[in-house]
């Protein structure tokens, strides 16, 4: 019997990040979790609630978690953005803060359902990488990636801040975990956590193009044939905005590759870089690509 | 009871020793010495850490009155102040203290190495070690974890780690000697055991288990010639056993299988005369029988049985008994009995057809085919079964030539009872593997057996995990093929016990599971016959048992034994462990494999095995292979010893436990513990010192190159709110500029950077340090490092920072992280143990005014476990509570400390010198090298030698006791040892001297292990030479040897204290709690000093309030002379007697004291006249703020006598000037003003919150806790700005004042208008203090303040004896600070005053006054002033003074002067020696 998880998709993962949705459930789905889109969920306001308003920062995220109830034990939430925020305000409302049991107040009284704090919020890095997951993992790869040489890359988000983080906060290594365990090998460089200017890239691209361009040729220089990543701020960012032809993955793609998914090899005919040259280094010849 | 061997602990143990008292050392470590011990070099005097060290380490061990405890932990402290009841739990050493001789022979032979911790994990160490090559007590112990679980999974027990450690050496001779202790069959077991040890590993956490097995097989492969060579195979009984009546005690085992042969190995090896009876022609069962030579050659199990049988076991072969003989005969002939039959039936099956012919049962077909008999195959062959032995059934049928053979089981693939990979491996062979089928029938023709017809198995198991096949019947397979083999089970056959009492079971030998013995007396049982079948190992596991059994019960001992199993431990904590695969062995290909027996698995190479044990983790640290039990030639290790518990009664404990360092991985930004060239300061400092894993070169990590910029990152730990602590960790400027300095000293390409946020040089010439080191070329960068990135490809470190407008990214080679200081480990199990409390950081609570005292009476802390804190300010601590404790104990001092008494002292003085030569052979340290016996004939017929002898350790005891007897027995008047250094063993000689009546002085040793075996490790014939030129050098130079007498000269209990300050007053209190008379003398008609300028204590009390009260006590003390208004005019004396003469106006008196201890103190400064003060009233000093503030307190306290009501509130805006008397330049740190300016600041803002208050400031120096007044201060929005000398914050006066800020930090520029402006004054030494120096004829540095011995381990002594110092006389300190100092210096001088009297003389100066000219060389060359031209107008040395360096002897120009025991006749002898033979 698979486990039912809440799922979160955010507005990305149905739209640019479609390859992460999929990959995502897809993934879950072999090592038998079953995710449940949770029902009429909204935006999160990641990228721009806090600026129109405190208030927002954590409405928008807890509607979320009270639609969450009842789906599951566990709530998933592939984007980084959206899961920075989304466990920020679960940890604000457990703390119970004057001001959280206000809020708290007003959305329940707005929707008409209690919060009653089941959910916890989730990411698959996390849920990945614990040990009876990576073992599953461990037992079910038929196509390890051997030859493959990756950055992982965790951003601004993924693990910040401290009191959400589920890594270490300035030298994350859950990644490097995961992808050395599907036959990966994982460069070390320091650019792990270092922003990419992903917020910036629509409102203001020259800022974010330098940063770009730091990133992959530092991941470059490292011995990588690519980026890895677990946010779709920066993958698009990342692909979008850079002239060296360097994929970036999500890494649900690459454990669905190792696992051997049939339809992985779909997911990376919508990256914007060519992935074909990056998935031939692996050992045994696999190839993805356009 | 001192707690903790560091620097502190030591020096409380040392001045309570010498104070009279008896002290316990307790410390968890294995040595003294401490944090100082991992120590390169000591800022500011650029010191060798360890040479510092040394001494006082071998001071502590060789006091009499100090005991050393080491490895122990506090277990409870029961009782009250001056009766505390302390169980000190002792963990074992395995290596007795008394016997070891720290030779290094067991090091040498140990196979397990480990990270040394010592080196901060950068190189390794072995598990017998010792901490340091210096460790005090210079022994060796043994590292224990527990019980590794590959070796207590081993059903045979054997001992894994260790010759898995033995081999990763390459010595598998060793290695196959440590597994047959366990498993006689190492050979056998490599090739064919299961090895649920492997299922164990700790390794495979990490990638894969260790190839336990194979390794096995390479001891065995490889080791047997080696160990048959050294004599290890067969280990033959010490003594043959007999009964009362001298019989043999004989043991009969039936079946000479794996578990028969093993007990009768244990048996034999006891001594018991072992027979072993079986039905075959051959020893071996199932091994010879059963296993296929393909998996096991013959000639490997020929030899593992053939050295059983060399143990003189007797075999008995084609003996089967209950036919060939009963089991009563044998139960006349011997005296205990082993049944151990195994199952060598095959089981059949209740089928149709079964009794056809060419159907055969697996076991006796793979017996027929191991005895060479060629049991017949047919072209095709079914063999029925899916365990290993179906599988070798079925692969053997395949090597005698069929072509097809099919396997049929009843499970599914992976579910087999046969291991994985046998299966694998036949499938290779060809074997085609059909699962999930059952036999129906057997079908034939007529008598021959034609195909089998199979059915389907649904469930092999039934609900309850039963074996219970079900099937269906109607789905069936039907295979023809003329063979037929079952292989499905094998049973026993235990007819021979029919009749005979001893119980059957269903198949089995029912036994007592714990001792394997039957229900028949002196009849056991052990192997497959009581556990029905299972594998060689389980068969050896349990014949060890029984035949520990047997033994026990042929002993008249009780059967049952503890059957406790002891606890696996785990991986290491915090190992790093590199991702290493296993290796492979080569395996013969398949097509090869199938044409005959030759063996399938090749086996790891030499060098396979080699690396393939270097991946084991010694998660037992100690393997327990005993190889260093066989080396040590004294017996000295026992690897049961146990943990101990011991009771102290003691009245008074001090507890020093040290302190920690942060973790580098604090700061992750950093990358610690991620790139490979960012380390800890603790981690540099091992890399600079000439003991650390590079020898003192410095290279970087990731490729061993020497680095040219190297990076300094402060506070990494400290001053930080979220990861580490709020407090200044107060060490790390300094010794980051030490290793700065340092580093350039041992590779001047190096260049260094410092990037730090205020340069905290607070202490005692440290300013001038810093200084030097920036002309030495080490950059100091202000700023804060916000992370540090890596070049891939270079292994290189860029810092990124900013430096005015500008963002700078800078490459270094190496980062060093200057980690702070946290409380000890132990701290809270410490506090919760001894009951005392700890502060808000979690070092231990005390009070500013009481600095040693813990909240529980008796109980005193000192050194860092009270707070961050250098060296010189632990040993001030130290000796402060060593004072406490004395004073605590005043009455018992003298009580527990027992001379010892010896014997009259021969008159030697008309006798030829008859010298006795003892040379040492030191284990092999020096005999190895040096032909010692050669060297002893030579010493013996040296003229005066009448006696001359070897011995393999001259220094234990029996050889002490030895030497005694000969000087007794042969009237020795001259004695030589030539074995290694005074500095550790002459003590030991000179006291047997005493104790055989000679006096000491007649000794001299010869080192010829240090400077000759050592060092000439290359030429052992000329070390020959060396060591013989050494020896007859000693005794020439020992002939002329003369008794030297020590005289006693009586100490006068009194103190003489110069100084009434807070210091001056302290130490009289704390002279006068310890019974002793003291004079204080102070220049002022009040007393008090300094603190008369203090209204708030750095704590925030009242310091006016404590003067008072401190003044009232020393006035009311009747042991306490107070002269005020009187000053020194003349001191003359020595030590333990002093005369001086006090000026009281007109008055003079002369007063007899043991001791000076100087406290003059210091007064402030004169402000900058730049500051403009006196020139307008709102320029104030922050003396004079600090006072309006403490009234307006008082008046808020509504305290009446206080009418002073000037208020302070209306001012709007205020500006504190910190250094305010210095000008360009800092002359020298005073220490106190950033915190009282500060704290003064914060009191300023509190009085007016809407008022905004500026401090200027140069550096911020509130180092240790006193940083919470920094961050409480920028909290509250009290403005700071950073000046420096170029640009003094100087006020332009008019109506308003106007002062123009220029910030450092954020070069902003602005005026500010205060309407108080507050100067803090400098501190400076006291006036007259020069001269006062040139009365002492003490020293003063260039700041003017006295200085003291030695600015690390003497800060509270003069070079002059009986001198001592404390207070701001020293340096500029706090109020707590001057106290503990005060305290510190009485314990110091107590080591005087408690002495009824000083023994004199020795090894001192002489001076002849007839070849004196009086040019006064001896009295300007000597370092401590003793020389004098006296009254006879020729130099006078009072030997009371002189410490025997021996200066002025070299430098007097007419050599009036002799140093006592080396005099020039002396030395000229041992020089003239050196030629002559």
Redo the contacts between chains.
């Keep these: 019997m698979a486990e039912r998880i809440g799922y979160y998709p955010g507005c990305s993962l149905h739209t640019s990040a479609r390859e992460y949705d999929l990959s995502s459930r897809a993934v879950l789905k072999a090592l038998g979790m079953d995710c449940c889109e949770i029902p009429d969920w909204n935006c999160c306001g990641a990228s721009s609630a806090h600026a129109a308003g405190h208030a927002l920062t954590y409405a928008l995220p807890l509607r979320n978690l009270i639609m969450a109830e009842g789906v599951g034990e566990d709530l998933l939430v592939p984007c980084a953005a959206c899961y920075s925020l989304l466990r920020s305000t679960e940890v604000f409302l457990a703390i119970n803060s004057g001001e959280a049991r206000k809020l708290q107040a007003d959305v329940e009284s707005v929707m008409g359902k209690a919060y009653n704090q089941k959910v916890k919020v989730v990411h698959p890095l996390d849920i990945l990488t614990r040990s009876r997951m990576l073992s599953k993992i461990k037992d079910k790869i038929s196509n390890p990636l051997k030859g493959l040489k990756l950055a992982p890359y965790y951003g601004c988000l993924l693990v910040r801040p401290?009191i959400i983080a589920f890594d270490?906060?300035?030298?994350p290594q859950k990644m490097d975990i995961l992808l050395r365990e599907l036959g990966a090998e994982v460069?070390?460089?320091?650019?792990k956590t270092e922003c990419c200017g992903g917020g910036l890239g629509i409102t203001q691209g020259s800022a974010a193009a330098p940063l770009v361009n730091r990133l992959v040729t530092?991941a470059k220089?490292?011995?990588a044939n690519a980026i890895v990543t677990a946010c779709p701020l920066c993958q698009a960012n990342l692909e979008g905005r850079q002239s060296q032809e360097m994929p970036v993955f999500y890494f649900t793609e690459l454990v669905g590759l190792a696992l051997g998914l049939p339809e992985s090899k779909k997911w990376f005919a919508s990256h914007l870089v060519d992935t074909s040259e990056a998935l031939a280094q692996v050992e045994g010849g696999l190839s993805g690509g356009r | 009871m001192v707690l903790g061997g560091g620097i502190a602990g030591m020096q409380s143990a040392l001045d309570l020793a010498n104070g009279g008292y008896l002290v316990h050392l307790v410390t968890d470590e294995p040595s003294i010495g401490g944090k100082m011990a991992q120590l390169d070099k000591t800022f500011p005097t650029n010191e060798c850490a360890m040479c510092l060290l040394g001494p006082k380490m071998s001071d502590t061990l060789s006091h009499p009155n100090i005991k050393i405890h080491t490895c122990a932990s506090l277990g409870k402290v029961d009782g009250e102040t001056g009766n505390f009841r302390v169980t000190v739990n002792k963990a074992p050493r395995y290596v007795d203290m008394n016997e070891c001789t720290a030779c290094g022979d067991c090091e040498q032979v140990c196979p397990v190495k480990v990270e040394d911790k010592f080196n901060e994990d950068m190189r390794q160490r072995k598990a017998v070690y010792k901490l340091f090559p210096q460790a005090v007590p210079n022994k060796y112990l043994i590292d224990k974890r527990g019980m590794p679980p590959c070796r207590g999974t081993c059903p045979a027990g054997c001992n894994v780690q260790g010759y898995v450690a033995l081999i990763s050496e390459g010595r598998f001779g060793d290695a196959l000697e440590v597994v047959r202790r366990g498993m006689p069959f190492a050979g056998i077991c490599g090739r064919i055991c299961h090895h649920p040890c492997e299922g164990e590993c700790n390794r495979q956490d990490f990638d894969q288990p260790i190839a336990i097995a194979l390794l096995k097989r390479s001891a065995a492969d490889y080791g047997w010639d080696e160990a048959s060579e050294k004599d290890l195979l067969v280990k033959k009984p010490e003594t043959i056993l007999t009964d009362i009546n001298g019989n043999l005690l004989k043991v009969g085992i039936i079946g000479a299988g794996p578990g028969g042969l093993a007990a009768a190995k244990d048996l034999a090896e006891i001594g018991y005369k072992v027979t072993v009876i079986d039905a075959l022609p051959e020893a071996g069962g199932m091994l010879r029988a059963g296993i296929p030579r393909y998996r096991l050659p013959g000639e490997i199990v020929y030899r593992e049985i053939q050295a059983i049988l060399n143990l003189g076991v007797e075999l008995r072969p084609n003996t089967l008994v209950g036919v060939d003989v009963s089991l009563d005969q044998l139960r006349q002939e011997f005296s205990a009995i082993l049944v151990a039959v195994g199952f060598q039936k095959g089981r059949s099956l209740p089928i149709p057809g079964i009794e056809l012919k060419g159907v055969q049962l697996g076991v006796e077909f793979l017996r027929a085919a191991a005895l060479g008999e060629k049991p017949p195959v047919g072209k095709k062959t079914i063999i029925i079964g899916g365990g290993n032995v179906a599988i070798d059934t079925a692969r053997t049928a395949r090597r005698l030539g069929a072509e097809e053979v099919h396997l049929f089981c009843l499970e599914q693939h992976g579910s087999m009872p046969a291991h994985r990979w046998e299966v694998e491996e036949a499938e290779e062979e060809g074997v085609i593997i059909h699962t999930g089928w059952g036999p129906k029938e057997i079908l034939g023709k007529g008598e021959i057996v034609e195909g089998v017809k199979f059915k389907r198995c649904k469930q092999v198991f039934d609900d309850q995990g039963r074996f219970n096949p079900t099937y269906d019947e109607y789905e069936t397979e039907t295979v023809f093929a003329g063979n037929v083999i079952l292989s499905i089970g094998q049973a026993s056959d235990l007819t021979f016990l029919d009749g005979s009492g001893v119980e059957v079971s269903r198949d089995i030998v029912p036994v007592n599971r714990l001792t394997y013995a039957t229900n028949a007396q002196g009849i056991f049982a052990c192997g497959d016959v009581v556990s029905g079948p299972a594998s060689v190992v389980d068969a050896v596991g349990s014949a060890h048992a029984a035949a520990e059994s047997i033994h026990r019960y042929l002993q008249g001992m009780d059967l049952e034994r503890s059957s406790e199993k002891p606890e696996l431990v785990d991986t290491p904590e915090g190992l790093k462990v590199v991702v290493k695969d296993r290796q492979q062995q080569d395996l013969l290909h398949a097509s090869e494999r199938v044409k005959d027996f030759r063996e399938v698995c090749q086996g790891f190479t030499p060098e396979q095995a080699v690396e393939e044990a270097k991946r084991c983790l010694n998660c037992g640290i100690c393997s327990e292979c005993l190889q260093c039990v066989k080396a040590c030639k004294k017996n000295a290790i026992f690897h049961d010893a146990i943990p101990e518990s011991i009771e102290l009664n003691v009245g008074a404990i001090i507890l020093s436990p040290g302190y920690e360092v942060q973790s580098g991985e604090l700061r992750g930004e950093y990358g610690y513990g991620i790139y490979p060239n960012v380390m800890t300061s603790l981690e540099y400092e091992r890399l600079l010192s000439s003991t650390g894993p590079t020898q003192g070169h410095v290279v970087r990590p990731s490729d061993h190159k020497a680095p040219r910029k190297v990076a300094f990152i402060q506070c990494v730990g400290s001053r930080t709110c979220d990861k580490g602590a709020e407090y200044c960790s107060s060490i790390c400027c300094m010794y980051s500029t030490k290793e700065a300095i340092i580093s350039r000293e041992h590779d001047a390409n190096i260049e260094p950077t410092i990037f730090y946020l205020d340069m905290r040089s607070y202490g005692k010439n440290f300013d001038k340090y810093v200084k030097s080191a920036k002309n030495n070329g080490v950059r100091y960068m202000r700023t804060m490092i916000s992370s540090v990135k890596e070049d891939p490809v270079t292994g290189n470190l860029i810092i990124k920072y900013i430096q005015g407008q500008e963002i700078i990214e800078e490459e270094f080679e190496l980062v060093v992280l200057a980690v702070g200081v946290k409380p000890p480990k132990a701290a809270r199990e410490l506090a919760q143990v001894t009951g005392i409390e700890l502060n808000e950081y979690g070092f231990a609570y005390t009070d500013p005014l009481n600095p040693t005292k813990t909240s529980r009476p008796g109980i005193f802390v000192a050194g860092a476990f009270q707070g961050p804190r250098d060296i010189p300010e632990t040993v001030m601590n130290a000796s402060a509570a060593a004072a406490a404790a004395e004073s605590l104990l005043a009455t018992g001092r003298n009580q527990l400390v027992t001379p010892k008494v010896y014997p009259r002292e021969r008159d030697v003085s008309s006798e030829e010198p008859k010298v006795g030569v003892f040379i040492c052979r030191c284990g092999i340290n020096i005999a190895s090298i040096v032909d010692v016996p050669d060297t002893t004939d030579y010493a013996r017929n040296l003229n005066g030698v009448v006696h001359a002898e070897e011995f393999l350790y001259t220094c234990s005891q029996d050889t002490v006791k030895h030497i005694k007897d000969v000087i007794n027995e042969q009237g020795l008047n001259r004695i030589v040892v030539a074995s290694c250094t005074i500095r550790t063993h002459q003590p030991l000689f000179r006291e047997a001297l005493r104790e055989a009546g000679l006096n000491q002085f007649l000794f001299e040793m010869a080192n010829i292990r240090d400077q000759c075996s050592w060092v000439h490790r290359a030429e052992p014939q000329r070390a020959t030479v060396k060591a013989k030129d050494l020896v007859r050098m000693a005794v020439a130079k020992v002939k002329r040897h003369s008794p030297l007498h020590m005289e006693p000269v009586p100490v006068i209990p009194a103190a003489l204290v110069i100084g009434g300050g807070i210091a001056g007053m302290t130490a009289c209190l704390t002279l006068a709690e310890q019974g002793f008379k003291s004079y204080l003398v102070e220049r002022e008609p009040v007393l008090g000093g300094s603190l008369h300028n203090l209204y708030f204590g750095e704590d925030g009390k009242d310091a006016q309030e404590h003067m008072l009260q401190v003044i009232e006590r020393v006035q009311s003390d009747p042991l306490i002379q107070i002269h005020t208004n009187s000053e020194i005019t003349d001191l003359a004396g020595h030590q333990g007697h002093f005369t001086t003469t006090i000026k009281s106006g007109d008055l003079h008196l002369e007063v007899h004291h043991g001791v000076v201890i100087v406290a003059t103190g210091g007064k402030l400064a004169e402000p900058n006249p730049a500051y403009g003060l006196g020139k307008d009233s709102r320029i104030i000093t922050l003396i004079q703020l600090e006072e309006k503030l403490h009234t307006m307190q008082q008046v808020q306290n509504g305290d009446p006598l206080s009418v002073y009501q000037e208020s302070l509130a209306d001012w709007r805006e205020a500006a504190l000037i910190l250094c305010a008397s210095a000008g360009k330049e800092l002359p020298h740190c005073s220490r106190t003003c950033c915190t009282q300016g500060i704290s003064n600041a914060i009191r300023l803002k509190q009085q007016n919150q809407d008022g905004t208050v500026y401090v200027l400031h140069r550096d911020i120096r509130t180092y240790g806790f006193l940083e919470a007044y920094y961050r409480m201060a920028r909290e509250m929005g009290i403005m700071f700005a950073r000046y420096d000398g170029e640009n003094l914050p100087a006020p332009e006066l008019g109506e308003k004042l106007s002062i123009k800020v220029k910030d450092l930090d954020s070069e902003l520029e602005f005026n500010i208008n205060p309407d108080l402006l507050v100067l803090a004054q400098g501190f400076e030494p006291a006036s007259g203090a020069r001269e006062l120096g040139t009365l002492l004829k003490v020293p003063l540095n260039e700041d003017g303040f006295f200085m003291e011995t030695h600015a690390k381990l003497g800060p509270m002594d003069f070079p002059g004896s009986g001198l001592f110092l404390c207070g701001a006389a020293h340096s500029p300190k706090f109020v707590s600070e001057a106290i503990y100092q005060a305290q510190g210096a009485v314990a110091r001088a107590v080591t005087i005053l408690a002495k009824p009297h000083l023994m004199v003389g020795g090894i001192v100066a002489k001076a002849e006054p007839e070849k004196c000219a009086a040019c006064l060389t001896c009295v300007r060359v000597c370092p401590y002033s003793v020389p004098k031209i006296g009254a006879n107008r020729v130099a006078e040395i009072e030997p009371v003074q002189c410490h025997g360096c021996g200066t002025c002897v070299g430098e007097c120009p007419a050599k009036a002067i002799q140093l006592q025991h080396y005099t020039d006749e002396q030395m000229l002898a041992k020089i003239s020696a050196v030629g002559g033979v």
């Design positions: 401290e270490n906060t300035e030298q460069v070390r460089w320091s650019y530092e220089k490292a011995g």
